[in-house]
């Protein structure tokens, strides 16, 4: 299937455009969409505009891995098998593991080779339908491993034909040679790094961990207080082993997403819900360190607190490089339904990145658009292990 500048497509179902349409058409226009509706209304104005021919098959917006940690050297293998042998999570990282046994093997990793092992994971992205990626820094913890990593995920972007999101997570962890001095790392690794990497241009927005094992909600605040003063968004890990406040934190920064949300509990989805935050579900990570306590999506529901899906694609936690089988999980483990698995990945995902124009399938927004063999929208999160992809359309372009 080829699409030109000023294209109809039709012949199929569309979702991701309000309500699902199951004989429906979409105009594309220079990499814009123009029009869409039911293909029985399609104005005669652009009836001698190239057609597209979807013959059954079902167009969705493209995905959005809207949080992954893509760029990084090294793997964690070990310690899965150490999680195997009974090993917490929390235990892996006190013994040395966990994201401090990722800094050294990234820290050792030229640009080049970060680039280059981080390539494939963006390929299998991009082969499921994937267009816009998150990409955090964080396995660096020094200003030239920190900046180093920002600018092999600009690099990506450059390299393949995705748009590429970056996060500045220096509050990911406290390196060895800061073992027992955190509020030393934050004041002068953390912040002067993010001063650095913002005036370089590397960074769209800031994130932090804010856990028993990572950063306190003070600490936290600190960073959120310069990336407010550089007029950068703010995103958190939160509430992923313990409650500690950070969801309470997000929301009073007004933060685009708080992320993993395990722990959170109704009063923490009043505010997200307030503040218009975004909860990122991560069943990757949920499902390889076997947690137990599930984000509470009844909450998120009530009051009506938007959720997105991702990868987390990581070297420990979640090694994974399959949005399709995020919303798997999502739907089996967190019991989400296979619509707001999609709206997970696509609508909400490009919410959680700032991302106006994007994430659905309306006049004005890009066309970032994924073509699927399959009928219905359910079938995307119900099948797993295989990839249904027909087409992947960005800006307009095959």
């Known amino acids: 299937m080829e699409i030109g500048a000023q294209t109809v497509i039709l012949g199929g179902s569309v979702a991701g455009a309000g309500p699902f349409i199951a004989q429906g058409a979409v105009v594309v226009d220079a990499g814009r969409i123009l029009?869409?509706?039911?293909?029985?209304?399609?104005?005669?104005?652009?009836?001698?505009?190239?057609?597209?021919?979807?013959?059954?098959?079902?167009?969705?917006?493209?995905?959005?891995?809207?949080?992954?940690?893509?760029?990084?050297?090294?793997h964690r293998a070990r310690e899965f098998e150490m999680r195997l042998e009974g090993a917490?999570?929390?235990?892996?990282?006190?013994?040395?593991?966990?994201?401090?046994?990722?800094?050294?093997?990234?820290?050792?990793?030229?640009?080049?080779?970060?680039?280059?092992?981080?390539l494939p994971r963006l390929d299998a992205l991009i082969g499921e339908g994937v267009s816009c990626v998150e990409m955090k820094s964080g396995y660096g913890l020094d200003r030239e491993v920190e900046l180093r990593m920002l600018r092999a995920a600009?690099?990506?972007?450059?390299?393949?034909?995705?748009?590429?999101?970056?996060?500045?997570?220096?509050?990911?962890?406290?390196?060895?040679?800061?073992?027992?001095?955190?509020?030393?790392?934050?004041?002068?690794?953390?912040?002067?790094?993010?001063?650095?990497?913002?005036?370089?241009?590397?960074?769209?927005?800031?994130?932090?961990?804010?856990?028993?094992?990572?950063?306190?909600?003070?600490?936290i605040a600190r960073v959120f207080d310069v990336a407010r003063e550089l007029d950068l968004p703010v995103k958190l890990h939160a509430e992923q082993l313990s409650n500690i406040g950070g969801c309470a934190l997000a929301a009073q920064y007004g933060a685009l997403s708080v992320d993993h949300v395990e722990y959170a509990t109704e009063a923490d989805a009043k505010l997200l819900a307030a503040s218009g935050t975004v909860a990122v579900l991560l069943p990757g990570a949920?499902?390889?360190?076997?947690?137990?306590?599930?984000?509470?999506?009844?909450?998120?529901?009530?009051?009506?607190?938007?959720?997105?899906?991702?990868?987390?694609?990581?070297?420990?936690?979640?090694?994974?490089?399959?949005?399709?089988?995020?919303?798997?999980?999502?739907?089996?483990?967190?019991?989400?339904t296979p619509d707001e698995a999609l709206r997970g990945v696509t609508e909400h995902a490009a919410r959680a990145l700032g991302l106006t124009d994007t994430g659905v399938i309306a006049p004005g927004m890009r066309a970032d658009l994924a073509i699927w063999n399959v009928e219905t929208p359910a079938e995307l999160a119900y099948r797993f292990g295989f990839n249904p992809l027909h087409q992947r359309i960005f800006g307009g372009k095959e």
């Open 154 to 219: 600009r690099r990506l972007g450059d390299l393949r034909p995705v748009r590429i999101r970056t996060s500045f997570l220096g509050a990911h962890a406290t390196p060895a040679e800061y073992k027992g001095r955190d509020d030393a790392y934050i004041d002068e690794v953390c912040i002067p790094t993010l001063r650095a990497a913002h005036a370089e241009g590397l960074v769209d927005a800031v994130d932090g961990f804010c856990e028993g094992i990572a950063f306190n909600t003070v600490q």
């Open 35 to 74: 029009w869409v509706g039911p293909q029985a209304d399609l104005p005669s104005d652009y009836a001698s505009w190239d057609m597209l021919d979807l013959e059954g098959r079902l167009l969705t917006p493209a995905f959005i891995d809207c949080h992954t940690h893509i760029v990084h050297g090294g």
């Open 286 to 336: 949920f499902y390889a360190i076997r947690e137990t306590q599930m984000p509470p999506v009844a909450a998120f529901r009530a009051h009506a607190v938007p959720m997105a899906l991702a990868t987390d694609c990581n070297p420990g936690t979640s090694p994974m490089t399959s949005l399709l089988l995020a919303m798997n999980m999502g739907c089996t483990l967190f019991r989400m």
């Open 88 to 118: 917490s999570y929390e235990e892996v990282a006190r013994a040395g593991g966990g994201i401090v046994s990722t800094v050294t093997a990234t820290r050792d990793a030229d640009e080049d080779s970060l680039v280059a092992s981080a």
